[in-house]
């Protein structure tokens, strides 16, 4: 059982706990661009990992967020979209869509597993990170926009 468990370990995770100090890291976004959680502290930070660029629940989890942004922007939040896709990928579905937030590449998916959200696809998770660098939210699924903000500081 126990090698079963180290090989299929990530099929059974649960998302971090609220509370929990959220796992720093440092990626680039779709230009490029280094985004590094802990030069965020002071702001809400929403992750949003989810498992494919330009696929019908993907897209539509990411644009219900484009059509709240006035109400992210409110609540003092930063949002970005992850999984393991390309730059490229990422730039023609952002472009697509006009997403007003970054969408981060996680090829190695060395951020899913930080979230525990890796596995032979993304996890469709979402997390919403406080002010001070804790997880004050953290689900699988498609979470509304109002109940995600509900959780913000």
Request: proline share 5%; net charge positive; charged share 25%.
């Amino acid at each position: 059982m126990g090698l079963l468990l180290i090989m299929f370990g990530w099929l059974f995770s649960d998302p971090l706990a609220v509370g929990t100090a959220a796992p720093d890291f440092t990626t680039v976004d779709q230009d490029g661009q280094s985004v590094t959680l802990s030069k965020l502290r002071g702001k809400n930070v929403v992750l949003v990992f989810y498992p494919g660029d330009d696929t019908a629940v993907c897209t539509k989890q990411l644009c219900e967020i484009r059509d709240n942004w006035k109400a992210f922007q409110g609540k003092d939040v930063v949002v970005f979209g992850i999984n393991g896709q390309k730059a490229t990928s990422h730039q023609e579905f952002k472009k697509k869509y006009n997403f007003p937030f970054p969408l981060l590449v996680d090829d190695k998916q060395k951020v899913c597993e930080l979230y525990h959200t890796n596995g032979l696809i993304v996890k469709r998770t979402v997390y919403l990170i406080g002010k001070d660098g804790t997880v004050r939210f953290g689900q699988r699924g498609k979470p509304g926009p109002k109940e995600v903000l509900a959780s913000a500081q």
